[in-house]
């Protein structure tokens, strides 16, 4: 409250000069008509500073915008105070408006599909009306493994007499278009090969898959042993997004 006494009765003018953070200056001038042996009272309101904010999803790997909808993020106050949940579009970007001048923080609660949630929190501050905000983060995609055992179909074990297991050469094909988790092109066609495996110690892996639907089947048996012509479905599928890597084992039997 400000008091100005002993005026003259006419009009006179009033202008804001200044204002204590976080209100927004009102720089319109004001008339005031002054009455005699009277107090004439004067409002002056004033609103906060408001600024928004805009979160870009990237792939980690190639620095990359995820252009999926549907991650979630958490916005606190810095005290902990929840603010509200926001969720990407599909070019994967999440956006809020209007936020009070303050510290604030978010963290991701949903991670976008076929990645791997990322739970730091980061800060961000509102201290210009009107100014957007903008913030990344980035996200590892969940991979893919798959692990082959071979083993003697009579004896659920290692091989028979001169046979042997080692040697044994597998191909991997993809039994749907395999996507980009970041914008959904086709990497690897539909019943295209992905990749040979040849068993070693009774074993043969491949990492670093993309997550889809794929299909084993043998290419070249083990000495002493008959072609395996059975093909394997595997299901690389997303299941759990704090999982860093799917993996799915698969048996082959030899006779």
Partial sequence: TVLVEQLLPKKVYVQ??????PLILDSEIKEITIIPNDTVTFNATNIYKTGNLEIQKL????????LTAGAEFEIYKSDGTFVKTI???????????????????FVES???????????PVPFQIRENGVTIQKSLSNKRTLGTVELVKLDKETGEVAQGDATLEGAVYELYAKEDIL??????????ANS?????????????????YLGKYFLKEKTPSKGYLLDETAHDINLNY?????????????SNEQ
Avoid at 110 to 120: H, M, R, S, W
Avoid at 239 to 251: G, M
């Fill in 193 to 209: 090969l992905v990749a040979t495996m040849t068993i070693k110690n009774g074993t043969a892996k491949v990492e670093n898959l």
């Fill in 180 to 189: 980009s988790p970041i914008d959904h092109s086709v990497l690897k066609k």
């Fill in 239 to 251: 299941t759990d997004q704090h999982k860093t890597v799917e993996i799915r084992d698969i048996e």
């Fill in 87 to 105: 969720t990407t579009n599909d070019k994967g970007i999440a956006s809020l408006t209007g936020i009070r001048w303050g510290d604030y923080y």
């Fill in 16 to 21: 804001e000069v200044a204002v204590p953070e």
């Fill in 110 to 120: 949903k991670a976008p599909d076929l990645y791997v949630l990322n739970e730091t």
């Fill in 59 to 66: 792939d980690a790997d190639t620095n990359k915008p995820v």
